[in-house]
Each structure stands twice: as C-alpha cells, then as structure tokens.
C-alpha cells in the first residue's frame, strides 16, 4: 500500500489509511507501539467501521495507561494465578459482578488487595486533609506504607496474620543497625497497628492483627546536657557573632523543652514577652500531637528572650551553625572524637531540671504536652535540688542573680553563682506572672 497524505483517514494513534484492492476502498487500522506494548492491526470495508475500531483500540489504550502501578501489578499476578487454572480474567470477573449486580455477595466479607489499601492509606496521609503533620512523620508514614507493601503487597489483606506481623517485627533492625530492641518492635507494632485501624475504618477488614502483640519496653533514664555545657554553648553563642542566631533556639529548647521539631517551625509572632503572663503558643500545626499548647516563659527564659529579640529563632545556615557551635562545646560531629548530642537532650534536661525544682508534674505535662503518665514513667529519677537551682539561675552574658533574686550587670560572664537564698529556693524562677503577682 502506498502511503501518502491524501490518503490518512486518522492522524492519531491508532491512524487509519485508505487505500484501494481491484478498484475497490478499503480501510487498514495500525495500532504498534513498542512504548505502549501493543502490535495489532485490522482492515474494515467501511470508513465508519474502520474508524470505529480504531477508536475502540485508542480508549483501550487509555485504559491501560490510566491504571496505577498497583492495579497494573494487581491486574498481572491475578492474570498468571488464573492462567495456572486455565481461566480467563475476563471470565472472573464477569462472574464476581453478576453476583454483585444480584446481591449474592451481600454479607460476606471485602476482599482487598493489601497493596492496593496500603497505597490508598499513603496517599490519604500524605494529601492536604493532613497538612498539619510533620515531615518526620509523613517519612514514618511512607517508610511504614512502603514495608508493607514489600512484605504482603500481593496477598489480600485477611490473609495477614498476627503470627506473619510478628515475625516480620522481630527482623526489623534497631537504629544502630543491632538486633531490634524493645522500643524498636513497639514502635512497629504501633505504626502496622495504626495501618489496620485505617483498613477497619474503610470497612476493608474486619479486625487488628496486631491488637494481641504486646512489646512492653522500660522507660530508660533521660540523658540530659550537663548544666556547664548548657552554660558553655550559650556563652559561645553569645560571645561569637556568628552564632548570634543560635541563642534563641538554645534558650527555648534548654529553658521551655520545646521539641527539635516544633523549635524549628516556631516563629516569634507565637512568642508574647510582654505584659503579665508571657507565654510561647505552640500551634496545632507544628506540635507533634497535632493539639496547640502554651509554655510559660520562666524568668530565666524570659532575661535571653527580652535581651536577644532582635534575633531569630533559628538563623540562616542553622544545621551548619549548631554543629559547629556542638563541636566547639566537645560534642562529636561530623565523626570527630567528642561527647554523645543527644538529639532530644534540651527537652530532657529541661524536664529533668522542672521536676527537681518544682516537683510538679501536672505542670510539667502542661507544659510540655504530653501526659503524667509520660512525665512519671520517664522523670522517676530525681536530680540534687542544688543542681537544678544552678541550672535556673542562668543568665544572659554580663548579668547575675544576686542573693535577693534581682539581675545586676556584671564585668565578666565566668563568675561563679552564688548559693540561692532561701526566698530563691521557694519563688526564684517561677513564670513571670507569678513573679510580679
């Protein structure tokens, strides 16, 4: 058949032709595509017809090319598992909706692909309706999906047992790279136990595989930074130009716990210094329970805020600035020889120093947003009230506490504090409300 222009019926995908046998018009459809994995062609007496099938083949193709990665897996291994047994997909699935077109499978079970609701269950966590969430979370999230998916993509999801889930816990690794420890296997326990609460929502099964798993782990001692070394990072943060937009960051974290990953959303339109009840406001969408909260600003807190307000929260270049600025304190950075940061370290000494202080847990839970429960299972240990007194009586550079509790300048910032008074002891460093009333 000679091509030419004059005689192409269709220009798109698949294009027709027209070209003539014995005097006669025939029509000739060429759907190939290597992209597309399709080589069919078909010739029709008519123009309507040929047209027609061609159509036909392109909204086939469209088909085709809209299913997910998913269904297309889906739609593959089904096709090999019935071919095993000689029957057609197409046969299958004509059966399954004449009974659902009359109401046969009313009553029994869904069954659901686990790789199709686990990819379902990412992307509802990851859209807009959750904006909120952190991006440690939605890494957790994804990270979880994606174990799934690995491990029972291919089964439907009431094929997955307590027993299976807990033998896959029991082969995750810890951080370090070790055997899983306790906190390890809770923690997945809680984020596959989170994934089938989701499934049982959507009416995809009918109960948690992992209600019965239970990986009990005790609360470990928090480590905490060292009052000196608390004192030597705000000192050189405030002594070194450079790190003048650390101060702030440092100050909330040791002197509010604040967490890492609120302290880095935090901005100062959520910090109130003034009037009778300072407070930071921790907005629903930076806090890690997804509820908003406000920390009050103690007095020790509230000297760095007053006299640093004109710097940020967090400067620019900040992940470079405060491993510097670690490892100018002795921490090890960067494979240096050095003490252990621990990531978590300002809030647990802030905590640890609030229970030795005010022995008031209701508070501490308040402030920091979690539960009592939380607050006793991990600050059971109580530190010497003389330490938490030298941790509270911190000041910005050139000021002191003198022993009647007012600030007074100083020439150096090295000088050694003075032992608390016992008015100090009692109402020294309580928020700034409390002070003034």
């Not at 040929?50 to 036909?56: F, I, K, S, T, V």
């Not at 297309?72 to 057609?88: A, D, G, P, S």
């Not at 299972?377 to 330490?387: A, E, I, M, N, R």
Request: glycine share 6%; proline share 4%.
């Amino acid at each position: 058949m000679k091509k030419n222009k004059s005689n192409l019926i269709r220009a798109t995908f698949p294009k027709v032709r027209r070209y003539t046998k014995d005097g006669k018009d025939y029509y000739h459809i060429l759907a190939r595509s290597k992209k597309l994995g399709i080589n069919e062609h078909a010739t029709r007496a008519s123009k309507k017809e040929a047209l027609e099938y061609a159509e036909e083949i392109a909204n086939r193709v469209a088909l085709g090319e809209s299913m997910t990665k998913d269904e297309q897996r889906l739609f593959i291994h089904y096709r090999e598992q019935f071919k095993k047994f000689n029957t057609e997909i197409e046969r299958v699935l004509a059966e399954k909706l004449a009974r659902l077109q009359t109401n046969e499978d009313e009553g029994e079970q869904k069954i659901v692909l686990t790789s199709v609701a686990v990819s379902e269950y990412e992307n509802e966590k990851v859209s807009k309706k959750f904006a909120d969430y952190r991006n440690a979370t939605i890494r957790e999230i994804k990270g979880t999906a994606k174990a799934i998916r690995e491990q029972w993509g291919n089964l439907p999801l009431f094929r997955i047992k307590e027993s299976a889930i807990e033998r896959f816990i029991e082969t995750r690794k810890s951080k370090n790279g070790g055997p899983p420890t306790k906190v390890t296997k809770r923690n997945w326990k809680v984020r596959i136990s989170a994934f089938f609460n989701w499934c049982i929502s959507k009416n995809y099964c009918e109960a948690n595989p992992t209600a019965r798993l239970r990986y009990k782990a005790r609360p470990s001692d928090p480590q905490i930074i060292p009052t000196e070394d608390v004192k030597l990072l705000l000192k050189i943060a405030q002594e070194n130009p450079r790190y003048k937009g650390l101060i702030n960051y440092l100050a909330i974290g040791f002197f509010a716990g604040v967490r890492p990953d609120e302290l880095r959303r935090l901005q100062w339109k959520d910090i109130r210094i003034q009037g009778e009840q300072p407070t930071i406001f921790v907005p629903a969408a930076i806090a890690k329970v997804g509820a908003s909260r406000s920390v009050a600003i103690y007095d020790t807190l509230h000297r760095f805020l007053k006299k640093y307000e004109k710097e940020p929260i967090r400067g620019k270049n900040f992940n470079k600035l405060f491993e510097e600025l670690r490892m100018k304190a002795g921490y090890s950075m960067k494979g240096q020889p050095g003490k252990k940061w621990v990531p978590d370290g300002m809030r647990h000494t802030f905590a640890s120093m609030h229970v030795a202080k005010y022995r008031n847990e209701e508070e501490l839970a308040t402030l920091m947003g979690n539960s009592v429960g939380v607050i006793r299972d991990h600050y059971k240990k109580t530190l010497d009230p003389l330490v938490a007194d030298e941790f509270w009586k911190i000041t910005p550079l050139e000021e002191k506490i003198d022993d009647s509790g007012k600030t007074k300048t100083l020439e150096t910032a090295t000088q050694t504090e003075a032992k608390p008074s016992k008015s100090e002891e009692t109402n020294g460093n309580r928020p700034i409300q409390e002070l003034q009333g």
